[in-house]
């Protein structure tokens, strides 16, 4: 089975280190990548990757956050176990036998997540998931020298060890989807578009998971009179969740996010994106979620108010290291970015 170029370039992503506040590896390739496509890039001082293409009005700000949520360094025992924290919004029970890379000053260093042995918990322990306090790293190191040796200090940060496979025909697995999926399709619109009125800004933020802090800054000097977040959410097909929970399925189309935790679509926003899609015979699914947020959750509150909404590719299993997706949605979602970008200055 063959691999796409989109698929090579997803690879590309996901093997790019990038926890929240460490974003330089993948801002190198999202520049690297934009660069060809687009007028200008360039980088801001917080860190945020802005290309700019085309000019006059309307401005448009399309944003996918570069970060993922990862692991750090916390302490480095004398019997050479590190000991670490989260960085984002982790379900700790999946953290137990997971390999990871610590980013250290001598390279990646490879480790595996350990905890006490299931043989030797109490029976009132086997009932309970771990807890972070509980778990540790193990990198064969035998004492605290070792670890320093291999140049691993407090404060390296740590992300999941992997990359992309191919499941079955027009899926994907891997970590980090969320949300290297947007920065793929910020590359993918950028080759896409060709004659528009306007100028298009595609913003890669830093600082997403932990709360929305990049796209504050990016939006506030781009100042677009509309911004649209592409990311991740939660595709529910599957055993466990009832369609009334999550609605979602894959191979069934981007989202447009109604609702999130923090707010609610703009109506220009939902107007422009259901009227494109509709013309464009694109199909659409729209979401109502209780929690959760994205870059254009924020955006409403910079300056005097920035129409924004988020349109989302969906992805089962998301913030663990075996998220599955379609690409499929990838490439819809892409194609309906480049319509609406296209038809953009009829709306704003």
């Known amino acids: 089975m063959g691999v796409s170029k989109m698929e090579e370039i997803l690879r590309k992503l996901v093997e790019a280190p990038s926890v929240s506040g460490f974003e330089e590896d993948i801002s190198k390739l999202l520049k690297k990548e934009l660069e060809p496509f687009v007028d200008e890039v360039k980088s801001d001082r917080i860190g945020n990757v802005i290309a700019r293409k085309g000019s006059g009005s309307p401005k448009i700000m399309i944003a996918a956050h570069m970060d993922e949520i990862g692991l750090i ?3 480095i025992n004398k019997k050479g176990f590190v000991i670490f924290d989260k960085i984002g919004g982790w379900d700790e029970r999946i953290l137990p036998t997971k390999k990871v890379l610590i980013h250290g000053s001598k ?3 490879l480790g595996v997540i350990g905890y006490k042995p299931v043989h030797l918990q109490e029976s009132d322990e086997q009932k309970k ?9 193990d990198i064969g190191a035998s004492s605290e020298d070792d670890v320093k040796k291999a140049g691993v200090g407090i404060g390296d940060f740590i992300t999941n060890h992997g990359t992309l496979e191919k499941l079955g025909k027009s899926r994907v697995t891997g970590h980090a989807f969320d949300n290297r999926m947007g920065c793929l399709s910020m590359i993918e619109i950028a080759k896409g578009l060709k004659k528009f009125k306007g100028t298009l800004y595609l913003v890669g933020t830093v600082k997403e998971e932990i ?6 800054g990016s939006s506030f000097s781009v100042n677009p009179d509309v911004m649209l977040a592409v990311d991740t959410t939660i595709a529910g097909d599957m055993p466990g969740l009832t369609e009334e929970e999550a609605p979602l399925k894959l191979g069934d189309g981007p989202s447009l996010e109604i609702k999130d935790g923090m707010g609610v679509v703009h109506p220009r926003v939902k107007k422009w994106v259901t009227e494109t899609a509709k013309r464009g015979k694109i199909k659409i699914q729209l ?3 209780s929690g959760g947020a994205t870059d254009a959750s924020i955006v409403p509150t910079v300056r005097e108010g920035i129409p924004a909404g988020a349109i989302t590719i969906p992805v089962r299993y998301i913030h663990a290291p075996v998220e599955v997706a ?3 949605d990838v490439k819809n979602c892409v194609k309906l970015y480049v319509k609406l970008v296209e038809s953009a200055h009829q709306y704003f």
């Open 107 to 109: 390279g990646p260093v």
């Open 211 to 216: 709360g929305l802090i990049g796209v504050r």
């Open 326 to 328: 379609d690409m499929r």
């Open 73 to 75: 360094v916390k302490y």
């Open 129 to 137: 998931p771990v807890k972070l306090k509980e778990m540790f790293i």
């Open 287 to 289: 979401e109502v979620m």
